[in-house]
């Protein structure tokens, strides 16, 4: 996997860690503005950036990272 630091973010790209994001926080009841939420959402986009650059792979990737995976 490649880490592209500084990669700007098209609409198509947000959409992809927004969805994740909006799974996730719902299947955790977490609040996406809370600071669960935003730590979440800041780890899918370090997950994004790795090379998981479509739905199925940033899902996959995330049910694979150990904080999102155990959270509680």
Known sequence: MTFQL????????????????????GE????RMSADGVLAGAVLVSLFQAGNITLPALEQAAKK??????FR
Do not use: M, P, Q
Not at 28 to 31: E, S
């Open 6 to 25: 500084n990669r700007t973010f098209g609409s198509e790209e947000l959409k992809v860690i927004e969805a994740v994001l909006r799974n996730w926080c």
């Open 65 to 70: 990272h150990k904080w999102l995976s155990e």
């Open 28 to 31: 955790h009841k977490v609040d």
